[in-house]
């Protein structure tokens, strides 16, 4: 069966972006462009994403969608236009994740905010949580967890250094 994982960087005081929804505090600091992603990356041929993060990553300045060598699925709930390299889907995210789990293929990564993730995590259909920590407090900004309701408990696999950063796995131990 294919695996979700949820792989995302976060600060010391687990925000994954300023209240802007900003990740420029990540380009000064040693060892980002370093951290496993990459790894993380081939491991996976399938995103699962959020129409939030696709609106963010195509305001990036300078880039064009980075993910058209993988199979990528963006949840909305209203039409959408067509979108070079993605596939929308207009369904509960659950129900989706639970029939891909299960067709032939590798990993998947889920890749939104806080809400998104926590639907899933919710629903108990996430199996990896990748955390890439940076050294940095910002006070304030988008939590990586909004509240989840459903206890999750974790089970430690790695833990590794990419210059300041600490990218720290864990699998989802199913209850």
């Known amino acids: 069966m294919r695996r979700v994982k949820v792989f995302l960087p976060m600060t010391l005081d687990h925000y994954v972006a300023t209240e802007q929804g900003n990740l420029n505090w990540l380009n000064n600091i040693e060892g980002f462009r370093e951290e496993g992603f990459g790894k993380m990356y081939d491991s996976i041929d399938t995103l699962v994403v959020s129409r939030p993060m696709l609106e963010w990553l195509d305001a990036l300045p300078n880039m064009t ?48 905010g806080g809400q998104f993730l926590r639907t899933v995590l919710d629903a108990c259909l996430v199996d990896e949580i990748i955390f890439t920590i940076a050294p940095i407090i910002l006070g304030s900004g988008i939590p990586f967890f909004p509240g989840v309701l459903n206890t999750q408990h974790l089970s430690l696999q790695h833990v590794e250094a990419f210059g300041q950063f600490v990218e720290i796995r864990y699998a989802v131990v199913p209850t």
């Open 65 to 112: 969608f980075p993910y058209k060598a993988k199979t990528c699925y963006v949840f909305s709930r209203s039409e959408q236009t067509a979108h070079d390299g993605i596939t929308w889907i207009n369904e509960d995210v659950t129900t989706f994740l639970r029939t891909l789990k299960q067709q032939d293929g590798r990993d998947i990564w889920l890749l939104g």
